[in-house]
């Protein structure tokens, strides 16, 4: 049976969780998968360490960066 | 029609079949957790199988409260025979993943959604880890060629749920289950993403405790460990 050890196509995804709802979500890792269904599968397992209140994923190439460490605001 | 072997079954032997298969499915994904094809998938394994033993912990726990065991063999697993030996190919594993585990889930929604009060209460908070097993297994389907195991998959899985008009479609009528047996194999096909493969099952070889056609069961490897005599061998003898 054929299947490729690792997926050909894959999209980085970013981990966002937090444990109350007082706080904001923080970034707590990231999961490589080739949809979004497996990303979800994979973040859940990998991260369910603590009894978080909320947790999503987010694409990383949906995010549009500002600024990064070492670039001025302006 | 209902055939002719099937006598009028409680609530005890479908539960105490569910417990059975989720136990050792969670034993199967459990041997994979470090020969999955990348280490996301590991740990995935790991994690659901981890789920599926909680689960089939919590079904036992309820045993108890569902009346007495009714010819249902105490000390042997009702289980369906895809989970009878270890799988040697990740497409095993991945049919199974999002065919079997649906399968048996459905039935878990089934009863947390019907009249019988433990099961509601108990039985709701698997349904939310188990959207990861389907969400995991429909995803790795797209990428394996697995066709043999997931029409494997599919065959044992409509066994398991039973023939029409028999004890799921009156535990239906009854309001102990949510869905018969009709609206567990649409459902089925719903959540896998592909319409069930024609299959031919021989009903009149059906055995209604173990809800499979084929005789056979667990590997002795398995029930050694099942059963805590596998382990002993690395304890030090007294």
Known sequence: MAYSRVHANVREYDVFARKTRVEPLHQVGSVVAPDDDLAMAYARATYDEERWVEMMIVPRDAVISLWSPGESES | ?238
């Open chain 2, 1 to 238: 029609m209902v055939p002719g072997r099937v006598r009028e079954l409680s609530l005890y032997s479908l539960v105490k079949s569910l417990a059975d298969n989720k136990q050792l499915l969670g034993m199967r994904y459990a041997e994979w957790c470090i020969a999955a094809p990348s280490l996301e998938a590991d740990i995935a394994a790991a994690a659901m199988g981890l789920d599926d033993i909680g689960h089939s912990r919590v079904l036992y726990g309820s045993l108890r409260e569902l009346g007495a065991p009714d010819g249902a063999d105490q000390s042997s697993y009702a289980n369906v025979p895809y989970l009878d030996k270890p799988w040697t190919d990740w497409g095993q594993f991945v049919a199974a993943n999002s065919v079997l585990d649906s399968a048996f889930t459905l039935m878990i929604e089934a009863l947390a959604n019907g009249k019988v009060e433990v099961l509601r209460s108990r039985l709701k908070k698997m349904l939310q880890e188990e959207r990861y097993h389907y969400l995991h297994g429909r995803s790795w389907m797209r990428e394996v060629r697995a066709g043999k195991a997931i029409e494997r998959a599919w065959r044992e899985s409509l066994e398991w749920i039973g023939p029409e008009g028999a004890d799921v479609d009156q535990l239906e009528r009854d309001g102990q289950l949510a869905y018969g047996v009709r609206e567990l194999g649409r459902r089925l096909e719903e959540r896998v993403g592909s319409a069930a493969p024609p299959v031919d099952i021989d009903w009149k070889t059906w055995d209604p405790i173990r809800r499979r056609t084929q005789p056979g069961g667990i590997d002795k490897g398995t029930l050694d460990m099942l059963q805590g005599l596998a382990e002993k061998r690395y304890m030090p003898s007294a």
